[in-house]
C-alpha cells in the first residue's frame, strides 16, 4: 500500500481518538489528536501531491475534508469558543472513515490536470464545503442550544454560523472561478459537461447565495436561517461529498 | 413572507421530486442525438454525428447539398465504396449486407483479421490494403478512393481532407455502451440506406436481452465478474459504461467495477483491481490466443501478481477468441454466451464460440 | 406609462423574488444532475458545442429529458433582470447619498456587496457570450506534412516542432513515460507567404489575430508510442466571452475584498457586545 495510504489510516485513528475523548469529556486530550490527526492528514495529502504533481489525484476530496474541518476546528477553538469547536469534532472522525471503506482514488491522473487552476479549484473547494459543514454543525448546536434555552451558546453559535457559511460562500465563489478558468485552458470552454458534479456545484452556490441574501436581509428569523443552514449541509453531504465516494471496498485491496 | 416562501420551498420541492423520477428511469433505444446521432433534414437529406461529435450531411444522389457544411463532411448517399479500420464497423457492414459490395480497403494486413470474407477479399484483390495503423498508404488509398473512409484514427484527417475524401471517426471517446452500439447501426445504416436492416438488429438485440435477462434474473446467487487485464505497469480495465459491463449485469452477473466509469479499456490502480479480483468468479481477459494466451499459467507468467485473484485460484478466467471484435455485430449471440459462462446450470450443453476457457 | 414602468420596477426591485429565484435555480440544477446522470449522452455536446447548436440539434429533439435546462434559463434570465434592477437602484441611491460618507473606502465599502452583484452579471454575460457568439472550430489536427486552413481566415496552419515532457518519478509507476506536458511550434502562414511561428501550450491556449488557440491532443502520449508519427489537435475559438469573464472574476474580487473589509469590521463589533 502507498505511505500516503498508511499515513491517512493514522490520521483517521488519531480523528477517531478525538472524537472517543470527547466522550469522556477529555477536550484537552481531544484537541491534542485532533492536531496529530490534522498533522498526518497534512502529510498524507501532501505526499499525494508532490507525488502526482504536476497533475492532480482525482476524487480526493473525501480525504481532504476532514483536513479542512480539522483546521476550521482549531481556528474556532483558538479564536472562539472551544466548547463549541468540539462539536465538529465527531463529523471530522465520520467523514475520515468514509474514504477508507468508500475510496473512489483509484483513477489515474488526467493530462489536462496539468493547470494551477485545477488545483486551485480542489483545495478552494474543499475549504468552502468544510466552512459550510462546519457551518451546519454550529447551526444545529444553535437550534439545540435555543431548544435547551442556553443563552450564552446561542450567541455564540448565532455569530459564527453565518460567518463560516458566508467565508464557504467565497471559497466557493474562488473554487468555480478557478473550475471556469481550467476549462478554458484546457478544453476551451467555460463548464465541461462531463459529470453531473457541475450542476451539483452549481446548486450548491445558488443556494448559500439565497442564504446570503435570508442572512443579509434578516427577514427570516436566526432560527430558520439556522434551519436552513442545517438542510444546506445536507446538500452538499448528499450532491457534492458522497459522488466522490466509491463503493464498498475492504481497505487495501488486501481480502 | 416567510410562510410563503416555506410554501414556495415545499411546492418546488414536490414538483422537482416528480420530476426527477422520470430520470431515474433512462429509456431504452431511440436516437437522442449524441455520438452516431441521425437527424432528419427533410427531402432524404439526414445529418449525422460521427463518434468525436463532427456533423456530415448525407445527400441523396441528385439532390443538392445545404450550406454550413465543410466538403468532406458531405456524403452522397448510398455510399457505394468504403474505406475501414475497425473490426467492428466490418462486422456492422457484414450484418447490413453492404460488406462484400461496399467495402473496398481495409487498414491492417491479411493475416491481422480473422474474418475469412475479409482475407478472401483482400487476397482477390478485391479489398485493397491500405497500409497499417501508424504507416497509411496515401498514394493506394488515393487510387482506391473510398466514397468514406470509417477510422479510429484522427491523425488521418487533415490527409483525407487533401484526398477529399470524407473521414467519420467510429469509436467515442468513453465507452460504448448497449445502446450507443444499437444507435451506431442506425448511424452506418444511414450511409447505405439500410435503415430498416437497422431496426431490425435493434429489435432482435432487444428481444435477447428481455430473453436472457428474464432467463437469469430466477438465479439465486450472481457470480462476480471482473473484465480488464494487467499489463507490465498498467492495469485496464472495463468501466460500468461499457457495453461489456452492461452484458455482464444483463446474463445475471455482478460486475464489480461498476463504480467505474470513463473510455473503454480505462487505466485504474492496482490496488483497486485487486480489491475487486480478490472476490471476483470470474475474469474476462482482454489477451486472447491470437498474442499467445492459451492458458491460465501464460497469463501469470507474464504477470505472476495475477495469481493471486481468485479467479486465478477457484475461479475461472476465459479470454476471447480471434474472431470476437469482428464479430460484435452478433451481440444476441454473444449475450447468450456470456449467459451460459455465467450460469452453466441454466445452458447446459451450450459450446462456446466468442471465449475460450483458460486452464 | 411611466407608473406602469415604476410598477414593474418596484416589483422586480424585490429582494423576496430574488431568494424565490435563487432557490428555484438550486432546484432546478438539482433536477438537472439526475438527468445528466440518466442522459449523460445527450448534455456532454455542451462541451464541443455552441449553445444555439446544441438546442436547436439535441436539446429541442430531446425536450423529455432537457426541458429543466430551458427552465433554467428562464430562471436565469429572471434572476439577472431582478439582481440588475436590485442593483442599480440600490447604487443610484449610494451614488445620490455619496456626500454621507466620510471618505472613498466607506464609500467603496458601502457599494461592495452591490459591485459583486453586478460581477456575477458580467460573468453570466461572459459565459453566455462564450457559448453563443462566435465560432467553435474543434479537431483542427495540425500534423508535420500537411497544412490546415483557419476557418475564415487566410491563416494556414502546420506543425513545425512538438516537444513532449515525460513524467519520470518513481511515485506513480504506471505513469512512468507517460506525456505531462506538449509544446507545440506551429507555423502560421498568410495568404501572402508571410510566416510567423507560433509556441503553444498544453492547457495554455494563446491568442493570435482574434483567435483563441487551444492545443486540445497531441501525439505522441508516452515514450513508447514516441516512434508514431506526431500531430497536435487544435480548438479554435473566436469571440470576447472569455475576456468579458475575466472582467466578471476581477470585479467580484474587488467587491468581496471591501465587502469581507466590512463584514470583519462588523463581526468583531458584535464579538465585543457578546
Request: charged share 15%; with cysteine; aromatic share 14%.
Amino acid at each position: 500500500m502507498p505511505y500516503e495510504t498508511n499515513i491517512f489510516y493514522l490520521a483517521v485513528v488519531c480523528y477517531g481518538l478525538s472524537a472517543s475523548a470527547l466522550w469522556f469529556r477529555w477536550s484537552g486530550l481531544s484537541f491534542i489528536f485532533l492536531g496529530l490527526g490534522l498533522l498526518a492528514n497534512t502529510g498524507s495529502a501532501c505526499l499525494r501531491m508532490i507525488n502526482s504533481w504536476p497533475l492532480l489525484c482525482l476524487y480526493q476530496e473525501p480525504f481532504l475534508l476532514p483536513l479542512g474541518l480539522a483546521v476550521v476546528t482549531l481556528w474556532l477553538a483558538r479564536h472562539r469558543q472551544p466548547t463549541e469547536a468540539v462539536k465538529i469534532i465527531p463529523l471530522i472522525a465520520l467523514l475520515a472513515i468514509i474514504p477508507v471503506f468508500f475510496p473512489k482514488d483509484f483513477f489515474l491522473p488526467f493530462l489536462k490536470s496539468h493547470c494551477i487552476f485545477s488545483h486551485l479549484f480542489l483545495y478552494l473547494g474543499v475549504a468552502a464545503r468544510a466552512c459550510f459543514l462546519a457551518g451546519a454543525v454550529l447551526a444545529g448546536a444553535f437550534l439545540w442550544a435555543r431548544h435547551r434555552n442556553d443563552q450564552g451558546q446561542q450567541a455564540v453559535a448565532q455569530l459564527d454560523f453565518p460567518t463560516l457559511l458566508i467565508w464557504g460562500y467565497v471559497f466557493l465563489s474562488l473554487a468555480l472561478f478557478s473550475a471556469g478558468l481550467w476549462s478554458y485552458c484546457g478544453w476551451g470552454t467555460l463548464v465541461v459537461w462531463e459529470d453531473a458534479m457541475v450542476l451539483a456545484i452549481a446548486a450548491t452556490w445558488f443556494l448559500y447565495a439565497c442564504f446570503l441574501h435570508l442572512h443579509l436581509n434578516g427577514r427570516w428569523s436566526v432560527t430558520w436561517r439556522a434551519g436552513f443552514a442545517l438542510a444546506a449541509g445536507l446538500v452538499v453531504i448528499v450532491f457534492n461529498y458522497w459522488p466522490e465516494t466509491g463503493k464498498f471496498q475492504l481497505p487495501g485491496g488486501l481480502w | 413572507m416567510k410562510k410563503h416562501v416555506l410554501a414556495v420551498i415545499l411546492w418546488v420541492s414536490a414538483v422537482a421530486a416528480g420530476l426527477v423520477l422520470p430520470a431515474c428511469q433512462p429509456q431504452s433505444g431511440g436516437s437522442l442525438g449524441g455520438a452516431f446521432g441521425v437527424r432528419e433534414l427533410g427531402e432524404g437529406r439526414q445529418e449525422i454525428v460521427d463518434g468525436v461529435g463532427r456533423r456530415f450531411l448525407l445527400v441523396p444522389e441528385g439532390k443538392s447539398a445545404l450550406p454550413g457544411y465543410p466538403p468532406t463532411q458531405i456524403i452522397t448517399i448510398p455510399v457505394k465504396r468504403v474505406g475501414a479500420g475497425l473490426p467492428y464497423d466490418i462486422g456492422a457492414m457484414r450484418y447490413l449486407g453492404v460488406l462484400s459490395d461496399s467495402l473496398v480497403g481495409v487498414i491492417r494486413r491479411e493475416d491481422r483479421w480473422a474474418s475469412a470474407d475479409v482475407r478472401a477479399g483482400i487476397r482477390s484483390g478485391k479489398i485493397a490494403y491500405l497500409g497499417e495503423p501508424n504507416g497509411i498508404d496515401y498514394e493506394r488509398l488515393r487510387v482506391v478512393s473510398p466514397d468514406v473512409m470509417l477510422t479510429s484514427d484522427k491523425r488521418l484527417l487533415p490527409k483525407l481532407d487533401e484526398l477529399k475524401i470524407p473521414a467519420i471517426i467510429t469509436t467515442t471517446p468513453m465507452a460504448m455502451t448497449i445502446e450507443e452500439r444499437l444507435q451506431y447501426f442506425y448511424f452506418l445504416a444511414a450511409l447505405f440506406g439500410r435503415e430498416e436492416m437497422a431496426k431490425q438488429y435493434e429489435a432482435v438485440i432487444q428481444a435477447k436481452l428481455a430473453e436472457v435477462k428474464k432467463q437469469t434474473t430466477s438465479v439465486s446467487r450472481k457470480p462476480k465478474v471482473i473484465w480488464g487485464d494487467i499489463y507490465q505497469k498498467r492495469v485496464l480495465v472495463e468501466p460500468m459504461n461499457s457495453y461489456v459491463a452492461q452484458l455482464v449485469e444483463v446474463a445475471g452477473g455482478d460486475y464489480l467495477f461498476d463504480d467505474v466509469r470513463g473510455a473503454s479499456c480505462l487505466e485504474i490502480t492496482l490496488e483497486r483491481f485487486f480489491s475487486s479480483g480478490l472476490q471476483a468468479d470470474i475474469f474476462f481477459t482482454y489477451r486472447s490466443p491470437a498474442v499467445g494466451i492459451d492458458s491460465k499459467q501464460k497469463l501469470i507468467t507474464e504477470n505472476p501478481r495475477l495469481a493471486d485473484i481468485k479467479p486465478f485460484k477457484t475461479g475461472l478466467v476465459y479470454c476471447p477468441q480471434p474472431h470476437f471484435y469482428e464479430s460484435l455485430e452478433r451481440l444476441d449471440d454473444i449475450i447468450v454466451e456470456i449467459a451460459a459462462i455465467l450460469h452453466p446450470q441454466l445452458y447446459q450443453g451450450y459450446e462456446l464460440q466468442f471465449f475460450q476457457k483458460l486452464d | 406609462m411611466v407608473n406602469l414602468a415604476r410598477r414593474i420596477w418596484n416589483f422586480l426591485c424585490n429582494l423576496d423574488l430574488a431568494v424565490i429565484l435563487l432557490l428555484a435555480v438550486s432546484l432546478n440544477l438539482l433536477v438537472g444532475y439526475f438527468y445528466f446522470n440518466a442522459y449523460p449522452s445527450v448534455f456532454r455536446p455542451l462541451t464541443y458545442m455552441m449553445l444555439p447548436e446544441w438546442m436547436r440539434s439535441l436539446a429541442l429533439a430531446n425536450l423529455a429529458i432537457t426541458w429543466w435546462f430551458f427552465t433554467f434559463l428562464f430562471f436565469m434570465i429572471a434572476l439577472g433582470v431582478n439582481s440588475f434592477v436590485c442593483t442599480t437602484d440600490k447604487i443610484a441611491k449610494i451614488i445620490t447619498n455619496y456626500a454621507c460618507y466620510p471618505n472613498g473606502l466607506r464609500f467603496m465599502i458601502r457599494l461592495s456587496p452591490h459591485l459583486i452583484h453586478y460581477a456575477v452579471l458580467i460573468i453570466l454575460v461572459g459565459h453566455l457570450t462564450l457559448v453563443t457568439v462566435g465560432m467553435n472550430y474543434q479537431h483542427n489536427i495540425l500534423r508535420l506534412d500537411s497544412q490546415v486552413s483557419l476557418p475564415g481566415s487566410p491563416y494556414h496552419l502546420q506543425l513545425q516542432k512538438l516537444e513532449v515532457r515525460y513524467y519520470d518519478k518513481n511515485a506513480m509507476i504506471s505513469y512512468q513515460g507517460r506525456a505531462i506536458d506538449a509544446t507545440a511550434d506551429i507555423t502560421v502562414a498568410d495568404g501572402n507567404g508571410q510566416t510567423e511561428i507560433i509556441r503553444l501550450r498544453f492547457n495554455r491556449p494563446c491568442w493570435y489575430e482574434g483567435y483563441a488557440l487551444h492545443l486540445d491532443e497531441f501525439l505522441p502520449t508516452s515514450r513508447e508510442s514516441k516512434r508514431q508519427e506526431p500531430y497536435v489537435e487544435l480548438t479554435v475559438r473566436t469571440g470576447p466571452g472569455i475576456k468579458i469573464f475575466l472582467a466578471g472574476i476581477l470585479l467580484f474580487i474587488i467587491g468581496i475584498t471591501f465587502y469581507l473589509l466590512q463584514f470583519t469590521r462588523i463581526r468583531k463589533t458584535r464579538e465585543q457586545t457578546i
